[in-house]
């Protein structure tokens, strides 16, 4: 799925609730994120992005949404099973939390 | 009289548990506590009652600020709910009688009053919490402090303690001594339309109009069962009307001054006095509690000695009843204020005298009742 | 993944202050997460949903949510619960708690929770420090750790949380951590939908007030440190050196009947009993 997935998915940072902390950017797996001059995460190589699921449930301030871009009977849902990244940064993911479908993929509401 | 009415069920009952009765008369359904001399056959007797009853809840907690917590979250749930408690235990609940004044939770607690401070007399009478019952909560807060001087008035005060909790959203401390809850005597058990019975106030707007700590014309926000669709804030900390934390000055000062004004805007509804004999009164005896009941035979004493003796007997001890006391204070030479402590009352007293007259305390740390004769020789 | 931030939104309170108040890189945030996910999985209604905090960072968390909720007093968190709990049962009742708040100052009502078993959800976020007050130790600070008030190192032991609530007589114990926070999702939603005491212990770094005295250079370091140390309790057990390793996982998982309903049985005998000799 990782090379698959590849170059399908969107990644945002909401500048306003990420507060630096770092977590997103050191554990990404496809070193999608680096820290921009204020400290902050910003997107650096979204193409590589995988959609492992690890930056978003793991972003403290709700401030990173990916987002599979036009999935065609993909919903770009995180494998925590088959991709290699999830399996290294997630070791004990044996269940997936129950989520709805994914709504308006490139409209984000930012409250 | 063609039809005889129905006879009235009595009971032969103890203080604490005329408390009970008023209490269920009052709609209460939740009790939790934690035992403790001399209040402990009210517990006892709730946790035979209240599980007859279809929703009623008796919980036996840890200690008695988990009692007073789950009182509080039982309340926030829609109970009417209450504890009982004695000196120790009295001073462990403080930081939550704090917790439920600020968040404007209904309930009502009862303290039996024994002696001393510490483990002091557990079985005996005292007074000495009378001081606590105010102000025993850090901070600025209101609170409702009332006192039963006789087996029918512990059932009596115990609906109007819950009465008043639900009218003014706040706790309501109904303060009884080992004396008063430990009297056995005759008194007819409440029937349905008795008393009138209040229930706080609902919201009835939409929820997403309802701000649950808002000004209203009498200062007292209506207040939703939790799980009823209006979602709201309840915390310690000083909030906004919504609820949520705020330290703004105006919004502060704004809250407090409404939680105040709530309860000083009815003193003529809470401020409970009987008066015994006071209208041609030159000495006047001030009196609460199983003092009172010396004071009631003294003065009978003393008018039957020729004495202009009258006594004011306070059912309200805080908001301390100024008016009453201040009016009588004017047309008499003396003031007798007999009290099972050092001199709690009489501080109020003596604050609101003002040089309108003389103020003698009759003063008993002893573990001993203060006696008819004690108070005749001050007042003849 | 959208949907995970998506989801959240639908849980917050709008109106509230964002970001969040917590420190860059600190791990309530993300229990937060696990917490809204575990109530949507479940199909929770938002109205039936009480969330009881206490006081301590952790405590900050009631605010942004948007179910019923209380910030109570420090400590008394499930005390509330319960009252809230056997007053109205239909309600699913959640104590959200610090270490401090739950293990040290609330110490016996989680013991007394836990053995009375009440039908409370109690997600307790151990950070190892008292963050809000400035970093002093809690009773749950590992031995030789540095803080505030242990300056020269912690003496004293750290309550094993595990086996406290086990022995008190829990109905589900378990523990996970932000890094691993799909399986913290996992536990989470599995105590909500148990009965009884349910307790979930989220290991979440503090790294302000307890990383920085203690070696970490970061907030990631920590969450390094985090997926090092925590092993899954089935991998645990089978390890030879078990020593600075932490066992994750659903520890205590018993079929035991809440408080609440175990009392509802009992007035419905009376009843019964009365509605005979009748």
Redesign the interface.
Same mark, same amino acid.
């Given at each position: 799925m990782s090379a698959s997935s590849k170059g399908q998915n969107r990644v945002v940072v909401y500048p @306003?609730? *990420?507060?630096? *902390?770092? %977590?997103c %950017?050191? &554990?990404c797996p496809k070193h999608v994120l680096a820290a921009g001059p204020d400290g902050k995460a910003r997107v650096v190589a979204e193409d590589a992005c995988v959609?492992c699921?690890f930056c !978003? $449930?793991? *972003? +403290? @301030? &709700?401030? %990173?949404?990916?987002? +599979?871009r036009a999935a065609n009977g993909r919903n770009?849902?995180?494998n925590?099973n088959g991709a290699p990244a999830a399996g290294q940064d997630? $070791?004990?993911?044996? !269940?997936? $939390?129950?989520? $709805?479908?994914?709504?308006e993929?490139d409209k984000e !509401?930012h +409250? | 009289m063609s039809q005889v009415r129905k006879k009235r069920r009595e009971a032969f009952l103890l203080g604490n548990e005329a408390v009970v009765e008023g209490a269920l008369a009052a709609g209460c359904s939740f009790y939790a506590g934690y035992p403790i001399t001399p209040s402990t056959e009210i517990m006892e007797t709730m946790a035979k009652r209240l599980p007859q009853l279809s929703d009623g809840v008796f919980l036996q907690m840890e200690d008695e600020i988990a009692s007073m917590g789950a009182v509080i979250g039982a309340s926030l749930a829609g109970r009417k709910a209450m504890t009982a408690t004695s000196g120790p235990g009295f001073s462990l609940m403080q930081e939550q009688i704090g917790y439920a004044a600020m968040t404007e939770t209904p309930l009502v607690l009862v303290n039996v009053m024994r002696g001393g401070t510490s483990t002091g007399l557990p079985t005996s009478p005292g007074q000495g919490d009378v001081q606590q019952a105010r102000w025993g909560a850090h901070g600025d807060h209101p609170i409702l402090v009332l006192a039963a001087s006789d087996v029918p008035e512990c059932l009596e005060m115990t609906v109007t303690a819950f009465n008043f909790a639900e009218k003014y959203r706040t706790p309501v401390i109904l303060l009884l001594d080992e004396i008063t809850a430990h009297t056995r005597e005759k008194i007819s058990l409440p029937e349905p339309g008795d008393f009138e019975i209040f229930s706080r106030l609902v919201p009835t707007m939409p929820p997403e109009w309802y701000k649950p700590y808002e000004e209203t014309l009498r200062g007292v926000p209506p207040m939703p069962p939790i799980g009823k669709g209006y979602r709201f804030h309840v915390t310690g900390l000083t909030h906004d009307l919504q609820g949520f934390p705020t330290s703004r000055p105006e919004e502060v000062k704004a809250l407090v001054e409404r939680q105040f004004r709530k309860i000083d805007r009815f003193f003529h509804d809470v401020q409970l006095v009987e008066h015994v004999a006071t209208d041609d009164a030159e000495v006047l005896v001030v009196a609460y509690g199983c003092v009172a009941r010396s004071a009631r035979l003294a003065v009978r004493q003393a008018r039957e000695a020729g004495a202009k003796a009258g006594l004011l007997i306070l059912k309200t001890l805080f908001p301390f009843p100024r008016i009453h006391v201040e009016k009588l204070m004017r047309a008499c030479r003396l003031v007798v204020v007999p009290e099972l402590n050092v001199g709690q009352i009489s501080r109020e007293v003596k604050r609101v005298n003002e040089g309108h007259t003389t103020v003698r305390t009759i003063n008993r740390v002893d573990g001993l009742i203060i006696t008819p004769s004690q108070i005749l020789k001050e007042i003849s | 993944m959208a949907e995970v931030t998506q989801l959240i939104h639908q849980y917050l309170r709008h109106n509230k202050k964002f970001p969040l108040v917590f420190c860059p890189g600190c791990g309530h945030g993300i229990v937060l997460g696990s917490l809204v996910r575990g109530v949507h999985a479940l199909g929770l209604d938002k109205d039936d949903v009480v969330v009881v905090a206490g006081i301590g960072c952790s405590g900050r968390i009631a605010a942004y949510v948007d179910f019923n909720t209380v910030h109570a007093t420090h400590g008394r968190a499930l005390t509330i619960a319960t009252g809230i709990k056997m007053a109205n049962p239909e309600l699913t009742v959640i104590a959200v708690m610090g270490d401090g708040d739950a293990f040290s100052i609330g110490g016996n009502h989680l013991i007394h929770a836990a053995r009375r078993n009440i039908g409370v959800t109690a997600l307790v976020l151990n950070n190892f420090i008292y963050g809000m007050t400035g970093g002093q130790c809690s009773s749950t600070t590992p031995e030789g750790a540095y803080s505030h008030t242990s300056p020269m190192g912690q003496l004293e032991a750290a309550f094993d949380i595990v086996e406290l609530t086990r022995a008190a007589g829990a109905a589900g114990v378990s523990r996970g951590t932000v890094f691993h926070v799909k399986a913290l999702d996992g536990l989470v939603a599995d105590a909500l939908t148990r009965p009884g005491f349910n307790l979930v212990e989220a290991l979440t770094p503090c790294f302000t007030q307890y990383g920085r005295g203690n070696g970490f250079k970061n907030a990631v370091e920590m969450f390094k440190w985090l997926k090092e140390r925590a092993v899954p309790l089935e991998a645990y057990e089978k390890l030879e050196d078990k020593s600075g390793r932490i066992p994750i996982g659903t520890f205590v998982r018993r079929d035991v009947p809440g408080l609440e309903a175990r009392y509802a049985a009992m007035r419905e005998k009376l009843r019964e009993m009365k509605g005979g000799a009748a």
């Open positions: @306003d609730w *990420c507060k630096g *902390c770092g %977590i %950017i050191a &554990f959609n699921g !978003e $449930p793991h *972003c +403290p @301030d &709700f401030a %990173i949404v990916v987002t +599979p770009g849902r995180a925590g997630a $070791p004990e993911s044996p !269940e997936q $939390p129950q989520q $709805p479908a994914p709504k993929p !509401e +409250p | - | -």
